[in-house]
């Protein structure tokens, strides 16, 4: 190793992760974004990441948290929140204390309520700037860090935004490395008492599993291959919809009545 | 003047050996303790070496004659030369037997030299193209220095000249053959391998017809025990004398299904390296067939080093080892079946893979989304595990949730999810129901083995695994399993016992055999072309059972036409060890192989018993044979008992269910 020296420090970085939901199996597992914000974390130079996780530790979150372990921690931060506690405050409280220069997130959580407001939230609180659907941390230089943004359909936006900043990833960021037994065996769980703010609503809610949604049927009457790739390959076109401007919200709500009743949504 | 030189060189060489053979020792003693019977390892070593050992040998005739000559010579004269020339008691029979002794060695070592005029590609070179000079200079000069002791020449025959130039000869000879036995060189492995059989790490696998093919368990319990090996010295002892054992006659490169494809794997270089890494220092010495690297021939010696407590597979840049040496390996134990030194190179190859995996997180190619998919879903492709029976679902599988006990558990394994296996399970479900077995299926509750999970070096996954199948076996009860998957066979009958399962496990084709020999199927005459049979590695060397499958096709009128390879030494078709989901590069791919070995037989059809091996053989493209398995085969060709007597109805016994 060539001496070096620097005259920034090294960055701090703090991923929140989140205790993930196997689609099929409903198993506790690394949150698919959240990985892969770690995974971007790890792929920064000269960078001091934290992982940091809200919520409470049992057998089935132990197995997720241990999966962040496993891509190469020593420690894990588990800022204490019993279930259905509203952790919004409890994670700004505790990053504004230990001001990390760039939060990373994922999207939306896999279990909960899975909003996705989170990052939105964070920033609002901490006055800080946020950037959803990142794919990659170009570089980071005098306090400003340059960004790359996913956009439907593959195309990118390079964007730069001053730190501290948090930023949510998009699943088209690269894919989490493997997580190891041995580092997630041995990994250490700090536990950090927080702040417990209830969540009032929260308790008064009905949770139910979530029905496939509806989805409609492309019929393609193709001839040929080369019609049946076209089909398959063609922007999805909103085709016969209309744009309504200058109505009265009555005009609105009957014009939304009726294409519901359409499209039989509504009988 | 001989009279008092040659006990001094005799003595002397021995002695020298005595300091070698306490470095070597010391060099082995780096690995991890090891529970080892000594004494009755030691009791048991010469039959293993008489028996097992010559058993091996013994598939090359030559080369056991003159394995027999050279080194039965050679321990008989060395003895002997003690007696009569290192304490001088020529007197009676015993010079006459020391002449008959060398003589018998020069003989063998002659063999020795025609093996070596031409050698080919499998053997060594370097030191050893100079072993059967020096195994000719030692019988040489014992012989003629015992002709004056037994009086056949005059004591002061010859001048001192001659003397002197007979004592270098014999220096030369105890050199190579006493004194480099036990500091490297090529005499090495007769010190190393004696040992090696007596402190074996599986005696259970001597002694006739017995195997030993489970790979063992890692202590997961204990938070300070290694996970898998990361340096040389990670290996236990014994495992670390076993590689100091190889002679490097390279059968187990002849015979690699990974080296003949040219993927980066030679296991002879692999148990050099790892004798290198014992030692410490650098590959440059090895003089075999380096590993291939795709498309370049061979991968440069000398650019790999290493020490004992240094890593074997480095993060990034080279160590003594590249990952992709130990993920090309398929697990076939082609190698381990034909190592006259009975080295166990798998057991190393899995040892060195779970460290990478359990360790590094370095599983390469889909390895790591199949090992998320086995720890989230029980399968590894992913599937929703309540889907498991799906292709039954006409079928009206009895379960065992509702039965609670049967005669036969059928183990489906994760062909269930393959729409081409379903198709063998439907054909084995129809024979079982034409011999009216009593079985039933676990369904949704069955897990994958762990087989996948085990090979790639995942061993939490695979206890995780295991312990749950177990769980829910115990709570029902049946006679036996009988399973379509060879290596849901192994790792149910060979490796949950470790874990607190034993069960009584048969492949479908030895279950099959039962049923025909007990008259409980009757087959319509084979009117189909030529048939080859392929035996899958994980029912063949791992479980001993080649006579089973053939015996059913033989009911079913067919006469296999054997491949070139066949029995314990059939070629691998390239699927077993997770090696198709690391997906090593190679030149050749191993499936391709396989089935030009089924065209030179000039079969049209090749049964199989592995769904593995259906998937790999069917993968062929412009294959030259259809792949069948043998349940297929038997479920087309069912006709009705004929213990019903004369009413022979014309309805079908079974019902078509395909």
């Not at chain 2, 076939?332 to 995996?357: G, Q, S, Y």
């Amino acid at each position: 190793m060539r001496p070096e020296i620097r005259d920034t420090p090294s960055l701090e970085v703090t991923v929140l992760v989140s205790v993930g939901r196997h689609p099929l199996t409903g198993r506790g597992r690394r949150a698919d974004q959240d990985a892969r914000g770690v995974e971007l974390a790890r792929g920064l130079p000269e960078a001091e990441v934290q992982l940091l996780h809200a919520g409470t530790l049992n057998e089935g979150s132990e197995t997720a948290l241990r999966g962040y372990l496993g891509m190469g921690f020593d420690a894990l931060t588990l800022l204490e929140q019993p279930e259905g506690a509203d952790i919004l405050p409890a994670l700004a409280e505790t990053l504004d204390e230990a001001s990390p220069q760039l939060v990373i997130t994922g999207e939306c959580a896999e279990r909960g309520e899975g909003s996705g407001l989170l990052p939105y939230l964070l920033a609002e609180r901490l006055g800080w700037p946020t950037v959803s659907g990142v794919v990659a941390v170009e570089g980071i230089a005098a306090g400003v860090a340059t960004l790359l943004q996913a956009l439907p359909r593959g195309q990118r936006r390079r964007l730069e935004v001053r730190l501290p900043a948090i930023v949510s990833v998009d699943g088209a960021a690269p894919a989490p490395r493997q997580s190891a037994y041995g580092p997630a065996r041995r990994g250490q769980l700090a536990f950090v008492p927080g702040a417990v703010s209830l969540d009032d609503d929260w308790a008064g809610w009905q949770v139910q599993r979530a029905r496939k949604r509806p989805k409609r049927l492309k019929i393609v009457k193709a001839a040929s291959a080369r019609d049946r790739f076209k089909a398959a390959a063609a922007k999805a076109e909103g085709g016969g919809g209309q744009v309504l401007e200058d109505v009265t919200p009555e005009q609105g709500a009957a014009a939304i009545f009726k294409l519901l009743k359409d499209e039989g949504v509504l009988r | 003047m001989l009279d008092t030189l040659l006990p001094i060189l005799i003595f002397a060489a021995l002695g020298l050996a005595a300091i070698g053979a306490w470095r070597r020792v010391r060099l082995w003693r780096q690995g991890r303790p090891s529970k080892v019977a000594i004494l009755r390892g030691l009791a048991a070593m010469p039959r293993r070496y008489l028996v097992d050992l010559h058993h091996v040998v013994a598939r090359d005739k030559v080369m056991s004659n003159t394995h027999v000559a050279t080194a039965g010579g050679f321990v008989a004269a060395m003895g002997l030369a003690i007696v009569v020339h290192g304490l001088g008691l020529a007197e009676g029979v015993l010079g006459w037997l020391l002449l008959a002794a060398s003589a018998a060695m020069f003989v063998g070592s002659l063999f020795v030299a025609r093996r070596r005029r031409n050698p080919s590609a499998r053997l060594s070179k370097g030191p050893w193209m100079r072993l059967p000079k020096s195994l000719m200079a030692f019988s040489l000069s014992v012989f003629a220095i015992t002709l004056p002791a037994v009086g056949l020449l005059p004591e002061d025959f010859g001048s001192w000249v001659v003397a002197v130039a007979l004592v270098a000869v014999l220096v030369w000879g105890l050199g190579e053959m006493v004194f480099g036995m036990t500091w490297g060189g090529p005499m090495k492995h007769a010190f190393a391998g004696a040992l090696h059989l007596a402190f074996h790490r599986r005696p259970e696998r001597f002694g006739e017809g017995n195997r030993s093919t489970g790979l063992k368990a890692l202590d997961l319990d204990n938070p300070k025990a290694p996970l898998g090996v990361e340096t040389p010295s990670d290996f236990t002892w014994n495992q670390l004398l076993g590689f100091d054992a190889c002679v490097q006659c390279g059968r187990c490169e002849a015979v690699c299904p990974a080296f003949a494809a040219g993927q980066p794997l030679n296991p002879k270089k692999l148990i050099q390296d790892m004798v290198v890494g014992l030692a410490g220092g650098s590959d440059a010495g090895y003089a075999g067939s380096p590993h291939p690297s795709q498309g370049l021939g061979g991968k440069p010696v000398g650019e790999h080093h290493g020490t004992p407590h240094g890593p074997i597979v480095a993060r990034d840049g080279k160590a003594l080892v590249d990952a992709d040496t130990l993920w090309s390996c398929t697990t076939c134990r082609a190698c381990v079946e034909e190592c006259p030194m009975m080295i166990e190179h798998v057991d190393a190859i899995v040892d060195m893979r779970r460290f990478l995996t359990l360790e590094h997180g370095n599983t390469p190619g889909k390895g790591a989304e199949v090992l998320d998919n086995l720890i989230a879903t029980d399968n590894p492709g992913g599937f929703d595990p309540g889907s498991r029976l799906h292709w039954a679902a006409d079928l009206n599988l009895p379960l065992m949730a509702d039965v609670k006990q049967t005669d036969v558990l059928l183990w489906l394994g994760d062909g269930a999810f393959d729409m081409r296996n379903q198709r063998t399970l439907r054909a084995f479900v129809k024979v079982l129901r034409a011999a009216e077995v009593d079985f039933a299926v676990l369904g949704n509750e069955e897990r994958d083995s762990g087989d996948v999970a085990r090979r790639l070096g995942d061993e939490a996954t695979f206890q995780s695994l295991a312990k749950r199948n177990i769980a829910t076996l115990s709570q029902y009860r049946f006679q036996r399993i009988v399973t379509c998957d060879p290596h849901s066979f192994h790792v149910l009958g060979n490796e949950y016992g470790e874990l607190g399962g034993a069960y009584d496990v048969c492949h479908h084709s030895t279950f099959i055999a039962e049923l025909y020999d007990a008259g409980r199927l009757a087959f319509a005459p084979w009117k189909g072309g030529n048939v080859t049979y392929h035996d899958p590695c994980y029912l063949g060397r791992y479980n001993g059972e080649y006579d089973a499958p053939r015996n059913v096709l033989k009911a079913l009128g067919i006469e296999v036409k054997e491949m070139a390879r066949s029995g314990f030494r059939s070629r691998c078709c390239g699927g077993g060890g997770g090696a198709p989901i690391t997906d090593i590069p190679g030149e050749r791919r191993i499936p391709d192989m396989r089935m030009n070995d089924v065209k030179e037989t000039g079969a049209e059809l090749v049964a199989v018993g592995c769904p593995q091996c259906t998937a790999m053989l069917e993968g062929v493209v412009d294959g030259p044979a259809e792949v069948r398995d043998i349940a297929e085969l038997v479920a087309d060709a069912l006709v009705e008992t004929p213990a019903d007597g004369e009413t022979q109805s014309q309805r079908p016994l079974a019902v078509e269910v395909v």
